[in-house]
């Protein structure tokens, strides 16, 4: 198996949106169904509640599409959100504005948020999506971050991750103070480098690599070897 660093995962994405013009909000569709594929495998029921912390960047976007799918199925998605919608970037944005439409339940969380009452909202729910930092964590997460972190491990559910558990440094393995501790990974597009190394395990747990439609060609640019193999 191959593992990518930040910096090359991100020059993939780069080279499929510039060179071979795939919308970047195509990418994010893709994690999403990926997402919300590998909570309806882990789920019985279609009407079980979801809960979907979404963090400020692309990787909160995905969590976005994630929630529509999951509520196009039938289940009973909410979604905690950390980034007040005029600030976000168009992708995420874009997927947020169309959740407001759909009536999603949508909770806004800051500094200010009640913690103990958002972890006694969550024993009425299934199971949490962790969308809230991707691979671009290179700092100690801070709050609110930090507190949504601790409810969520604290919560007993399983917990799925988007490309990478929040709190884990993607390329060393290393937690920055504080990480999700995931029943199952769903990375995008390729392996990251850190999940490697054994001490990331206890948080990656089961590594699911979903495919986002990067090109085949766009991947063979960095390595000279079959995909499919």
């Known amino acids: 198996m191959r593992f990518v660093t930040a910096a090359q995962m991100k020059q993939l994405d780069e080279l499929a949106i510039y060179t071979y013009g795939i919308p970047s909000i195509i990418l994010m569709e893709n994690a999403g169904i990926a997402c919300a594929n ?3 495998k882990r ?3 279609k009407r079980a509640k979801i809960a979907i912390f979404c963090g400020i960047g692309n990787n909160g976007g995905d969590g976005f599409a994630a929630a529509r799918h999951l509520h ?3 289940y009973q998605p ?7 919608p005029e600030k976000m970037k168009l992708d995420p944005q874009t997927n947020f504005n169309i959740l407001k439409k759909m009536q999603v339940p949508l909770v806004y969380c800051s500094e200010d948020t009640q913690w103990e009452n958002l972890a006694k909202t969550l024993k009425s729910f299934r199971l949490i999506v962790d969308a809230i930092f991707g691979t ?3 700092r100690p997460v801070l709050e609110p971050f930090r507190s949504a972190i601790h409810v969520m491990n604290h919560s007993r559910l399983d917990i799925i991750a988007v490309d990478v558990p929040s709190g884990l440094n993607s390329d060393t393995g290393e ?3 504080v990480c999700v501790r995931a029943k199952a990974t769903v990375t995008l597009g390729l392996p990251k480098k ?3 190394l054994k001490k990331a395990h206890r948080y990656t747990r089961r590594v699911v690599v979903a495919d986002i439609s990067i090109p085949t060609e766009v991947i063979h640019q960095f390595y000279d070897f079959d995909v499919k193999d």
């Open 72 to 74: 196009n199925r039938g």
């Open 136 to 138: 671009g964590l290179t």
């Open 175 to 177: 937690v920055m103070g």
């Open 38 to 40: 590998e909570v309806v």
């Open 43 to 45: 789920t019985k029921s």
């Open 194 to 196: 850190g999940f490697s």
């Open 78 to 84: 909410t979604v905690f959100f950390f980034q007040k």
